[in-house]
């Protein structure tokens, strides 16, 4: 088990079966911690915030719009496949398999943050391409299919 010394406090937007156990491991583990449930509007979380830990499409470019750097893990080859199948994703978005891999690269970029400004500019730039009419027509056409 890597134990890295970086301070760290999260800050948890959603809600889900899952926060009841979230909660008891982050109290276990002594992790600083806040969980503030379902958020309407995310902006003023991330804006606040370091890096942004998400894997929604919708969550990823609300993060990189606002210069976020983004991390993502999966757990399934259907989520792999959703993160990676968009063109240059790994150059906009730290990807990862286990929360090991996770840890290793949120603190790669913890002790040496100036590597991800490339990453930023990528992703925001991606970002700024999405229009909401084209995200919906987006989903509207992928529904129809």
């Known amino acids: 088990k890597r134990r890295y010394n970086l301070p760290l406090p999260l800050t948890i937007c959603g809600d889900g079966p899952l926060r009841p156990a979230l909660e008891r491991l982050a109290a276990e583990e002594n992790i600083d911690a ?9 902006t003023e979380y991330i804006t606040k915030s370091s890096v942004a830990l998400t894997s929604g499409f919708l969550a990823i470019l609300e993060a990189a719009a606002l ?7 999966y757990h399934n080859p259907v989520k792999e496949s959703y993160l990676r199948d968009t063109p240059n994703a790994d150059k906009m978005v730290h990807i990862a398999s286990t929360p090991e891999e996770l840890a290793d690269q949120l603190a790669g970029h913890l002790l040496s943050p100036a590597h991800t400004a490339a990453t930023i500019d990528r992703a925001a730039a991606f970002a700024a391409t999405w229009t909401w009419d084209r995200l919906a027509n987006d989903y509207l056409q992928l529904w129809s299919q």
């Open 34 to 42: 806040t969980f503030v449930g379902f958020v309407q509007d995310p």
């Open 67 to 73: 210069r976020r750097p983004i991390f993502s893990v």
